[in-house]
C-alpha cells in the first residue's frame, strides 16, 4: 500500500485542522491505520488510530478529546480532525497501515511521507 499525507500548514493556536492520508491499495478497508507524529529530536510518538471499520479508536492522552480520527472506506482516505491545536501539536505527522489495531509504530507496515504541522503561539 502507498501512503500520502496532505493537509499540514501554519496555523494559530486554537485553530483546526483536518490531515488527510490518501491510500493505494486494493484491499483498504482490510487494513487499521495510525496517525503518529515526530519532532526534531523525539521519537516517533502515537496520536491516534481506527480499526477496519471505523468502530473503534484509540488516542494518545495528550489528544484525546481534540482529535478525531475517521476513515471513508469508499475513498480509501483516512483523516485527523484536529481542534483546539496547541503550539506542543507542531510536529511532523505521519500515516501508517497495520493489520492490528495499535499505538505501536514497530506494527505499522506501511508510512506515509509525512505533513508538517505548525501551531504559532
Known amino acids: 500500500a502507498q501512503l500520502v499525507e496532505s493537509g499540514g500548514r501554519l496555523v494559530q493556536a486554537g485553530d483546526s485542522l483536518t490531515l488527510s492520508c490518501a491510500v493505494s491499495?486494493?484491499?483498504?478497508?482490510?487494513?487499521?491505520f495510525g496517525w503518529f507524529r515526530r519532532t526534531p529530536g523525539k521519537e516517533r510518538e502515537f496520536v491516534a488510530a481506527?480499526?477496519?471499520?471505523?468502530?473503534?479508536?484509540d488516542y494518545d492522552d495528550s489528544v484525546k478529546g481534540r482529535f478525531t480520527v475517521y476513515r471513508d472506506n469508499r475513498r480509501d482516505t483516512v483523516y485527523l480532525q484536529m481542534d483546539n491545536l496547541k503550539p506542543e501539536d507542531t510536529a511532523v505527522y505521519y500515516c501508517?497501515?497495520?493489520?492490528?489495531?495499535?499505538?505501536?509504530?514497530?506494527?505499522?507496515?506501511?508510512w506515509g511521507q509525512g505533513t508538517q504541522v505548525t501551531v504559532s503561539s
Open positions: 481506527i480499526n477496519w471499520s471505523g468502530g473503534s479508536t
Open positions: 501508517a497501515a497495520a493489520t492490528v489495531l495499535s499505538s505501536t509504530a514497530d506494527d505499522y507496515d506501511y
Open positions: 491499495t486494493q484491499t483498504f478497508s482490510s487494513y487499521d
